[in-house]
């Protein structure tokens, strides 16, 4: 049996290599314990081994740790919405992939520069996957973990911990880094202290790519990492332009082609992690007919070991006679075209039909306030789009202004921690109205 205690080891030998222990500071707002507005970041760096040498000498002893620890062991259970388009779950946790995940963290130390000691804030509830993966690096490299007020945070909280309490990496969903951008981009403030970070990631999906250009054109250091809840980190690029996503060791992934990818103009493979993984998810969650987990993420190869996430299966939309559209294209263009000033969000739908359409919410709601002007912003939408959408194939073209349908700004169904709009519960709320469309 091997040994799988390696999560309170990894703290120990952090006390060996690292300056500092891992300290964590809570916004000025929460209800205990210290005030981080108070006291300076550097108040909060303890020597790791004089903390070692206090807790054995004041604090009352826990006992020896365990020796041994069967790999399948659940050390806990997360609870997850699942994928955009599926359903809430429970994902137990086991000591092999948890053994796993810390060696992820460690072999990724050895590429991303440091230049200082690593200051982050909290993506997510101290529940959430994601803040718990940050949570494990900040201890791994002895850096020290903000908790702002609330998630999302508002803009002058984060200005806040960049400028006085020493934020040197931002961690943040695509959607509301998108928002933060494009709020940047009128914000001088908010620019200058966005300057001042040494990097910028985000996961969980892909940044839209005129933001994405943007940052990159103002030489901000961006890490995209690619991860869910039921494997944690996968696939990682970091720095320069257009760097493909490669896999993170230990991990061990298939990347199998789709079975019905008949009419794609790209040759899509969805990443698959067998059981031999040390990250295969819990044996509940696999597939019974393989044993191994199926993502249903979709990668384009690039080059040999380095890919590039083309959308979730459920992103791209199976049309009528089983032809398949990029939704999630359809829905990056209408951003970049009609985002500045008459788009807020969209999101396409059209499973089973002979063409697509898009639901969006207006960038003002007073557009609503009649037909006519309704139907203004509709013909500007499809005017704006029709360039891309005349080099797409047929089954992907959005052609008819009826097939552009506007409801109040904020009111599309998203996902609670990454604000990704939920498109099959958009689908299920117009399909009377695309039955009437396509009848």
């Not at 120990?12 to 314990?33: D, I, L, S, W």
């Not at 009128?186 to 933001?211: K, Q, T």
């Not at 991990?251 to 040759?267: K, T, W, Y």
Request: proline share 7%; glycine share 6%; hydrophobic share 40%.
């Amino acid at each position: 049996m091997a040994d799988f205690s390696t999560p309170l080891t990894a703290l120990r030998a952090t006390a060996k290599t690292q300056p500092y222990a891992t300290a964590v500071k809570q916004e000025h707002n929460a209800t205990t314990g210290p005030r981080y507005s108070d006291v300076s970041y550097h108040q909060f760096l303890f020597s790791a081994n004089g903390l070692l040498s206090k807790s054995e000498s004041k604090l009352t002893p826990v006992g020896p740790l365990p020796k041994m620890m069967d790999g399948d062991q659940i050390l806990m259970i997360y609870h997850t919405s699942g994928s955009t388009s599926g359903a809430p779950k429970l994902v137990p946790i086991t000591a092999r992939w948890m053994e796993c995940l810390i060696k992820k963290f460690s072999s990724l130390s050895e590429f991303l520069p440091l230049p200082r000691t690593m200051v982050k804030v909290a993506i997510g509830s101290s529940t959430h996957m994601g803040s718990t993966m940050l949570f494990l690096e900040s201890d791994l490299q002895g850096g020290c973990f903000i908790i702002p007020t609330s998630i999302p945070y508002p803009t002058s909280e984060l200005v806040d911990m960049i400028d006085n309490h020493g934020l040197t990496r931002l961690d943040m969903f695509p959607v509301f880094l998108s928002q933060l951008f494009r709020q940047a981009r009128h914000d001088p403030l908010l620019f200058r202290s966005l300057c001042l970070l040494d990097h910028i990631a985000y996961g969980g999906y892909p940044l839209d790519p005129y933001e994405e250009a943007w940052a990159h054109g103002h030489n901000f250091y961006l890490i995209s990492a690619f991860g869910f809840t039921e494997v944690g980190l996968n696939l990682i690029s970091y720095g320069a332009k257009e760097v493909a996503l490669g896999p993170v060791s230990p991990s061990i992934f298939e990347f199998v082609p789709l079975g019905d990818d008949q009419n794609a103009q790209e040759h899509l493979v969805e990443l698959v992690v067998p059981p031999e993984s040390p990250d295969c998810p819990h044996c509940s969650l696999r597939d019974a007919t393989d044993g191994k987990f199926h993502t249903g993420d979709l990668f384009l190869e690039i080059a040999l070991g380095e890919y590039a996430f083309r959308g979730r299966d459920d992103d791209w939309v199976k049309m009528e006679m089983a032809l398949r559209c990029d939704a999630n294209s359809i829905e990056v263009d209408a951003l970049q075209c009609c985002g500045d000033d008459l788009i807020h969000a969209v999101v396409a739908i059209g499973v089973g039909r002979p063409s697509p359409a898009i639901v969006l919410g207006p960038k003002h709601d007073d557009v609503l306030e009649s037909t006519e002007k309704t139907r203004e912003l509709q013909l500007k939408v499809l005017q704006r789009i029709t360039p891309f959408h005349r080099r797409r194939h047929k089954h992907e073209r959005i052609e008819d202004v009826n097939l552009i349908f506007v409801v109040p700004q904020r009111s599309l169904p998203r996902t609670d921690t990454k604000g990704n709009i939920r498109r099959l519960k958009v689908e299920e709320q117009f399909k009377q109205k695309l039955d009437e469309m396509f009848k």
